[in-house]
């Protein structure tokens, strides 16, 4: 009976209910110097990492899983 209850608690606990449209975690990035995610692939060239800020239009959401 144990090991029903904990099977019981432990489903309820990964629940969650829908975050409001726009929230935003942590600090608003800067956005003065947001470079067009289009051109993001030729700013980049031969680099492996760059830290920058994008901008654009979503295009595709996919459904949570």
Same mark, same amino acid.
């Given at each position: 009976?144990?090991?029903? &209850? =904990?099977?019981?608690? *432990?489903?309820?606990? $990964? $629940?969650? *209910?829908?975050?409001?449209?726009? =929230? @935003? %975690? ?8 947001? =470079? ?5 692939k030729? %700013?980049?060239? &031969? #680099?492996?990492?760059?830290?920058? !800020? &994008?901008?654009?239009? @979503? !295009?595709? !959401?996919? #459904?949570?899983?």
């Amino acid at each position: 009976m144990l090991t029903s &209850l =904990m099977y019981i608690r *432990t489903a309820r606990a $990964q $629940q969650h *209910t829908p975050l409001p449209h726009g =929230m @935003i %975690f942590g600090d608003k990035p800067d956005a003065s110097n947001a =470079m067009d995610a289009a051109k993001l692939k030729s %700013f980049m060239g &031969l #680099k492996k990492r760059i830290t920058t !800020v &994008l901008k654009g239009t @979503i !295009v595709k !959401v996919t #459904k949570e899983k």
